[in-house]
Every structure is written in structure tokens, then in C-alpha cells.
Nanobody, 115 residues
Framework: QVQLVESGGGLVQPGGSLRLSCAPS????????MGWYRQAPGAQRQFVAL???????TYADSVKGRFTISRDNAKITVYLQMNSLKPEDTAVYYC?????????WGQGTQVTVSS
């Protein structure tokens, strides 16, 4: 079993920045894919960004050039640096991790972009 613990959400003004972190615990394989999804009120959960243990990254078009996903393999921690935040980025952000073919989710962290 794997648990994912997120941190770093909060309230920020438009144009501001936030960094989210996600650290897994439990039975973790050396090869993994981790990433972030988000869900706004009344909307479906949508993909934001993914990174593999080898460093390959994928981004949603809506965040390209503003968000950066990175990882620390020594800590098996994944980060999402969010810059130039917009009100439409407001959502609950969920960390996901796939280890040994099984997908896990974090509890979510709220990001609110508002003046």
C-alpha cells in the first residue's frame, strides 16, 4: 500500500506563484510515474502534469510554460512549481502515483487564485 502526502496549497493573487509537494510512503518501486491532477467545483478532474522516475515530463496545454513538474529521486518527492497563476487555476490539486502498476491518489490540496 502507498500513501501520498501533499503540501503547499493556499491562497495566492493572480500572477503569483505556489509550489506543491508530494511525498509517497509505503511500498515504492524504483520505477514510477507521478503527477498532478486538479478538480474545480462542478468540473471533472483533469490532468495537469506527469513525470517519470527517468525524468520524462508531460503537461496539459493549459499549464505549459507556467507550471514545472520536477522530482527528487533520492526522496521520491515530486514538486509542481506554479507560476503566473490565473483565477481559472483555482481547484483542488491531487497528487497521483503509479507504483508497480497500481495507481494511488493523495487527499488533495486546495489552490485558490484570487485578488
Amino acid at each position: 500500500q502507498v500513501q501520498l502526502v501533499e503540501s503547499g496549497g493556499g491562497l495566492v493573487q493572480p500572477g503569483g506563484s505556489l509550489r506543491l509537494s508530494c511525498a509517497p510512503s509505503g511500498s515504492i518501486s524504483s520505477y514510477y510515474v507521478m503527477g498532478w491532477y486538479r478538480q474545480a467545483p462542478g468540473a471533472q478532474r483533469q490532468f495537469v502534469a506527469l513525470i517519470s522516475s527517468g525524468g520524462r515530463t508531460t503537461y496539459a496545454d493549459s499549464v505549459k510554460g507556467r507550471f514545472t513538474i520536477s522530482r527528487d529521486n533520492a526522496k521520491i518527492t515530486v514538486y509542481l512549481q506554479m507560476n503566473s497563476l490565473k483565477p481559472e487555476d483555482t481547484a483542488v490539486y491531487y497528487c497521483s502515483g503509479t507504483f508497480s502498476g497500481n495507481k494511488y491518489w493523495g487527499q488533495g490540496t486546495q489552490v485558490t487564485v484570487s485578488s
